[in-house]
């Protein structure tokens, strides 16, 4: 994977996980504020994002965690997510079958834009055939992520936050951001989750040319 220049100059950077991205979008700004066009489709084409189907927003108070979710076939999503505002530190682990990454996890801090501080404003590109997870930094966290499949409840799914996988990405945020066992929030739903080795395999890598192909499903339920 290499990393690509857009047409306005905004990255996408590659992380360590096939086919997942930190993206920098291009910010154009004076003492006024600034400008940003967060999600131009041709560029966002080039990985495999090929509409927005819908865009969400959550809000979040320090400690909140929430993942890791996906969704199955015919309604499996890929994501283009951001904070807006607060802070949270994103997860993500490759859940397809012969990846070259599978079963591994990486985690991106994501922060509002701020001209004074280095990476902020991120974007992260997470494909389908992943698990999605963050926790929150901050109250009033707002989290929000462009989709390209709509909302199917009956075919959600997710693996839990704190199987071997990921469980040390959330205990380094924990720690670094000072965040006490009791400011810690998880649905009982997702606490409930089990761990990648126990789950069925839903997805399996198929290397194509564009990121959000790398994938068939299979009905592991």
């Known amino acids: 994977m290499e990393e690509i220049i857009f047409t306005n100059g905004a990255k996408a950077i590659p992380t360590e996980l096939q086919d997942c991205y930190i993206i920098e979008p291009k910010y154009f700004g004076d003492e006024r504020g600034y400008f940003v066009a967060d999600f131009i489709l041709e560029d966002m084409q080039k990985l495999g994002f090929d509409q927005v189907y819908q865009h969400n927003t959550s809000k979040s108070a320090k400690g909140v965690v929430r993942g890791m979710h996906f969704q199955l076939d015919p309604y499996a999503q890929t994501?283009?997510?951001?904070?807006?505002?607060?802070?949270?530190?994103?997860?993500?682990?490759?859940?397809?079958?012969?990846?070259?990454?599978?079963?591994?996890?990486?985690?991106?801090?994501?922060?509002?834009?701020?001209?004074?501080?280095?990476?902020?404003?991120?974007?992260?590109?997470?494909?389908?055939?992943?698990a999605h997870g963050f926790v929150s930094l901050k109250d009033n966290t707002l989290f929000q992520y462009y989709v390209d499949n709509k909302y199917a409840p009956q075919y959600e799914e997710g693996i839990s936050w704190n199987g071997e996988e990921t469980t040390e990405l959330f205990k380094k945020a924990f720690d670094e951001y000072k965040i006490s066992n009791a400011e810690i929030t998880i649905s009982a739903k997702d606490q409930a989750r089990l761990s990648l080795k126990y789950e069925p395999k839903y997805f399996t890598y198929q290397k194509n040319s564009k990121a959000s192909d790398n994938y068939s499903f299979e009905a592991g339920v």
Request: charged letters at 15%; zero cysteines.
């Open 79 to 130: 994501k283009i997510v951001s904070v807006i505002s607060g802070a949270a530190v994103d997860v993500v682990i490759d859940i397809r079958v012969g990846s070259p990454t599978y079963g591994q996890a990486t985690s991106v801090l994501l922060t509002p834009y701020d001209p004074n501080i280095p990476g902020s404003g991120r974007q992260l590109y997470v494909p389908r055939g992943f």
